[in-house]
């Protein structure tokens, strides 16, 4: 019994012996064998196996772009010779120039806004560097909010806005207009100017407030902005200005190549006087002009709720909309409506402004060049008119008439003649 015993136990070692031999046996060919690979191993095997032939692993090599030897702010030179000021525009026109994604939506959206920009500054005399002002603040976007509870393409603060015309009533907030915004801005940079004689302290002015700088440069004894020191964001602010003036004044020399058509269009707008007795729903508006919801809070960004207000307002509706919301607006029977006027409608515009075709004899065919000249349109500019909007009211960008007219900027004259393409 106890001799069966033994040799069992020996028999179930010997067997236990050879189990594990066996398994270990089975690792190691398994070892020398391709491993089965985890899920995230297949992927980046698959990954290798299709990368093409040629491609290096080695780091992809970043270019270097320098700053600018020199620039200057509203014609005022920046002393790029000291080592701090030259240090602190290199990092604003580093950020920036790598910040591909930005730049294009930059170049895009500057087609659209920029001529509405440059005519101001021209129609004020001031330089055309206070543009670069707008992307800073709000990357050109007229919608764009602070926490701080700036607003608008301009960044207006509640008391500066309502203090150069933008005020708000209800949930009508003017400080979303982008031309009187634009006005606005312009007009407070003037002042800002008037008292501190500096491009640069004005511009640092208008970021933290005209009494920080008045504090800083008594404090300090110095009225040069390169030599106080401010708040962190306007330490930066004149330099981001400034080193996207750089890039954007000159793309091409950073890499930069938007083909042209890929810019975004300047709207085009019929704009309605509409005088409510009551609170109108936006959606009533937009059933009215054939739109959506949507877009007229688009190209209505003042009217921050659901409804427009009672009171006098304009609204800008798609081009070519304006008659039918005026016929369908006064048939509504659930609004209380005083009037409804299209100001800007391209058809009335025509009517008042473009002279009567010369009369032609009947029997005679017109050549192509005489049936050309009769669909041409000529436009007597009138005290008050800017370019962008006889643009918008004969459907037609502001470069499209600048080049029919050979006009160097966007300056106009009372009487002058402008041919409509």
């Given at each position: 019994?106890?001799?069966?015993?033994?040799?069992?136990?020996?028999?179930?070692?010997?067997?236990?012996?050879?189990?594990?031999?066996?398994?270990?046996?089975?690792?190691?060919?398994?070892?020398?064998?391709?491993?089965?690979?985890?899920?995230?191993?297949?992927?980046?095997?698959?990954?290798?196996?299709?990368?093409?032939?040629?491609?290096?692993?080695?780091?992809?090599?970043?270019?270097?772009?320098?700053?600018?030897?020199?620039?200057?702010?509203?014609?005022e030179p920046v002393p790029l010779e000291r080592q701090d000021?030259?240090?602190?525009?290199?990092?604003?026109?580093?950020?920036?120039?790598?910040?591909?994604?930005?730049?294009?939506?930059?170049?895009?959206?500057?087609?659209?806004?920029?001529?509405?920009?440059?005519?101001r500054l021209h129609q004020y005399n001031l330089p055309e560097?206070?543009?670069?002002?707008?992307?800073?603040?709000?990357?050109?976007?007229?919608?764009?909010?602070?926490?701080?509870?700036?607003?608008?393409?301009?960044?207006?603060?509640?008391?500066?806005?309502?203090?150069?015309?933008?005020?708000?009533?209800?949930?009508?907030?003017?400080?979303?207009?982008?031309?009187?915004?634009?006005?606005?801005?312009?007009?407070?940079?003037?002042?800002?100017?008037?008292?501190?004689?500096?491009?640069?302290?004005?511009?640092?002015?208008?970021?933290?407030?005209?009494?920080?700088?008045?504090?800083?440069?008594?404090?300090?004894?110095?009225?040069?902005?390169?030599?106080?020191?401010?708040?962190?964001?306007?330490?930066?602010?004149?330099?981001?200005?400034?080193?996207?003036?750089?890039?954007?004044?000159?793309?091409?020399?950073?890499?930069?190549?938007?083909?042209?058509?890929?810019?975004?269009?300047?709207?085009?707008?019929?704009?309605?006087?509409?005088?409510?007795?009551?609170?109108?729903?936006?959606?009533?508006?937009?059933?009215?002009?054939?739109?959506?919801?949507?877009?007229?809070?688009?190209?209505?960004?003042?009217?921050?709720?659901?409804?427009?207000?009672?009171?006098?307002?304009?609204?800008?509706?798609?081009?070519?909309?304006?008659?039918?919301?005026?016929?369908?607006?006064?048939?509504?029977?659930?609004?209380?409506?005083?009037?409804?006027?299209?100001?800007?409608?391209?058809?009335?515009?025509?009517?008042?402004?473009?002279?009567?075709?010369?009369?032609?004899?009947?029997?005679?065919?017109?050549?192509?060049?005489?049936?050309?000249?009769?669909?041409?349109?000529?436009?007597?500019?009138?005290?008050?008119?800017?370019?962008?909007?006889?643009?918008?009211?004969?459907?037609?960008?502001?470069?499209?008439?600048?080049?029919?007219?050979?006009?160097?900027?966007?300056?106009?004259?009372?009487?002058?003649?402008?041919?409509?393409?």
């Amino acid at each position: 019994m106890k001799g069966r015993r033994q040799t069992k136990r020996l028999g179930a070692a010997a067997a236990a012996v050879g189990l594990i031999l066996g398994v270990c046996g089975c690792a190691s060919v398994q070892k020398t064998d391709t491993v089965q690979p985890t899920v995230a191993g297949q992927v980046m095997e698959s990954h290798k196996a299709s990368a093409p032939a040629g491609v290096s692993s080695a780091p992809m090599s970043v270019p270097f772009i320098p700053p600018p030897n020199s620039i200057d702010l509203c014609g005022e030179p920046v002393p790029l010779e000291r080592q701090d000021v030259y240090e602190r525009f290199d990092k604003e026109v580093t950020l920036i120039v790598y910040n591909h994604a930005q730049v294009y939506l930059w170049l895009k959206r500057m087609e659209r806004y920029f001529p509405i920009i440059e005519e101001r500054l021209h129609q004020y005399n001031l330089p055309e560097d206070l543009k670069y002002v707008a992307i800073v603040e709000s990357d050109l976007l007229p919608d764009a909010c602070s926490p701080k509870g700036a607003a608008g393409p301009w960044q207006f603060m509640p008391g500066t806005g309502a203090a150069y015309g933008l005020g708000r009533s209800g949930s009508v907030d003017k400080r979303y207009d982008f031309e009187h915004s634009t006005e606005s801005a312009f007009l407070l940079l003037s002042d800002l100017y008037k008292k501190y004689h500096s491009w640069s302290l004005a511009i640092a002015a208008y970021n933290c407030g005209d009494r920080r700088i008045l504090d800083e440069s008594r404090i300090q004894g110095s009225r040069d902005y390169y030599d106080l020191k401010l708040p962190h964001e306007t330490e930066r602010y004149v330099f981001r200005i400034l080193a996207v003036k750089a890039v954007l004044s000159n793309p091409n020399q950073y890499g930069y190549d938007l083909p042209k058509g890929w810019g975004y269009m300047e709207f085009r707008l019929d704009r309605v006087s509409v005088s409510l007795s009551r609170p109108v729903p936006i959606q009533t508006i937009a059933n009215a002009a054939g739109t959506t919801y949507r877009e007229i809070k688009r190209l209505n960004p003042i009217f921050r709720s659901y409804d427009i207000p009672a009171g006098n307002h304009q609204i800008n509706l798609p081009m070519g909309t304006g008659k039918i919301f005026e016929q369908s607006f006064r048939a509504g029977n659930e609004v209380a409506v005083g009037k409804v006027s299209p100001e800007n409608s391209t058809v009335e515009e025509q009517d008042l402004s473009a002279p009567a075709a010369p009369a032609v004899a009947p029997a005679k065919e017109r050549s192509p060049k005489a049936k050309q000249k009769a669909r041409e349109k000529i436009y007597l500019v009138k005290k008050g008119d800017s370019l962008s909007a006889i643009a918008q009211r004969y459907q037609v960008s502001t470069q499209e008439l600048k080049s029919a007219n050979k006009l160097k900027s966007n300056d106009l004259k009372a009487g002058q003649k402008l041919r409509i393409p």
